[in-house]
T-cell receptor, first 116, second 116 residues
Framework: EDQVTQSPEALRLQEGESSSLNCSYT??????LFWYRQDPGKGPEFLFT???AGEEKEKERLKATLTKKESFLHITAPKPEDSATYLC?????????????????FGQGTILTVHP | NAGVMQNPRHLVRRRGQEARLRCSPM?????VYWYRQLPEEGLKFMVY????????ESGMPKERFSAEFPKEGPSILRIQQVVRGDSAAYFC??????????????FGEGSWLTVV
């Protein structure tokens, strides 16, 4: 069974204090690893998809990296508006028997709070 | 997020009533997913549909829940005889293609169901 574990559960930072969020995963063949941001009362907002170990993607103050066992979301010089829950999810490759693996398996998320 | 349209955003039902949640995917997307987020829990996959086809319903409760994505019109998640434990946020997501090619899965803003 695919599993995703995110750490820490909650992270408090001062504005400008860089840090990283961790996403450890086990999956029967990785099709893609997804990062989303979710604000209270809203749906997940897509950030990145990573497909293979060694891949990196950046967007403003965020940078996502991927290894064979985990992914990191690095936040550089965060601002209060970066406060949100960050979700990691994996999508498995197609398995034997033709069963669809279109679904995402999510972690519990990391609640990030950035204080001014 | 704005591309995947869900309604209603908030729904209150009494125990035993039926709840119908609608989802219109982003323009050009033919693959729809439903996820449920229970209070204090992560997002859990329920069902994956294409037009007129259920591809993967491995996350759907065996009873009272059903989903469809007709040739014309939105996808519908139907919950019969609701119980208090069905109170949750239900998110719809869509993608332009399935797992076979690189794709990004976009989420709607969610439908919050409260059972009283």
């Amino acid at each position: 069974e695919d599993q995703v574990t995110q750490s820490p559960e909650a992270l408090r930072l001062q504005e400008g204090e860089s840090s990283s969020l961790n996403c450890s995963y086990t999956v029967s063949g990785l099709r893609g690893l997804f990062w989303y941001r979710q604000d209270p009362g809203k749906g997940p907002e897509f950030l990145f998809t990573l497909y293979s170990a060694g891949e990196e993607k950046e967007k403003e103050r965020l940078k996502a990296t991927l290894t064979k066992k985990e992914s990191f979301l690095h936040i550089t010089a965060p601002k209060p508006e970066d406060s949100a829950t960050y979700l990691c999810a994996v999508q498995a490759s197609l398995g034997a028997g033709g069963t669809s693996y279109g679904k995402l398996t999510f972690g519990q998320g990391t609640i990030l709070t950035v204080h001014p | 997020n704005a591309g995947v349209m869900q309604n209603p955003r908030h729904l209150v039902r009494r125990r035993g009533q039926e709840a119908r949640l609608r989802c219109s995917p982003m323009k050009g997307h033919s693959h729809v997913y439903w996820y449920r987020q229970l209070p204090e829990e992560g997002l859990k996959f329920m069902v994956y549909l294409q037009k007129e086809n259920i591809i993967d319903e491995s996350g759907m409760p065996k009873e009272r829940f059903s989903a469809e994505f007709p040739k014309e019109g939105p996808s519908i998640l139907r919950i019969q005889q609701v119980v208090r434990g069905d109170s949750a946020a239900y998110f719809c997501a869509s993608s332009p293609r399935g797992y076979r090619s690189g794709n990004t899965i976009y989420f709607g803003e969610g439908s919050w169901l409260t059972v009283v």
